[in-house]
Nanobody, 130 residues
């Protein structure tokens, strides 16, 4: 059974940085596509960034390109999201998710944009405010 536990959220001032971590257990992470998603109050959950198990390719939504970096450490079974130049619009609950890499015909961008992941963490709150 997959278990994902996020950490690293908190209150940060505009322009600040945070690093979110996600510990995965119950799986061998190297065989899974992984992603970060977020949901702001009153809004639908949206994709932020995803990274492929196949070749390490990444996808980012436009609004975070150049500010956020997704990474993975398969040996430690960890997924990270380094966030910089944060602004109040980044305030949300942030979730990590995994999906077994069984559909090689589906790109990481498609998986990410359709939120097509089957295991999710409980989320960590990120608040950007002065």
């Amino acid at each position: 059974q997959v278990q994902l536990v996020e950490s690293g959220g908190g209150l940060v001032q505009p322009g600040g940085s945070l690093r979110l971590s996600c510990e995965a257990s119950g799986i061998t992470l190297e065989f899974y596509n992984v992603g970060w998603f977020r949901q702001a109050p009153g809004k639908e959950r949206e994709e932020i960034a995803c990274i492929s198990a196949e070749d390490g390719s990444t996808y980012y939504r436009d609004s975070v390109k150049g500010r956020f970096t997704i990474s993975r450490d398969n040996a430690k079974s960890m997924i990270y999201l380094q966030m910089g130049s944060l602004n109040p619009e980044d305030t949300a609950v942030y979730y990590c998710a995994t999906e077994p890499n069984l559909r090689s015909e589906v790109t990481i961008m498609t998986l990410c944009k359709t939120l097509d992941f089957d295991s999710w963490g409980q989320g960590t709150q990120v608040t950007v405010s002065s």
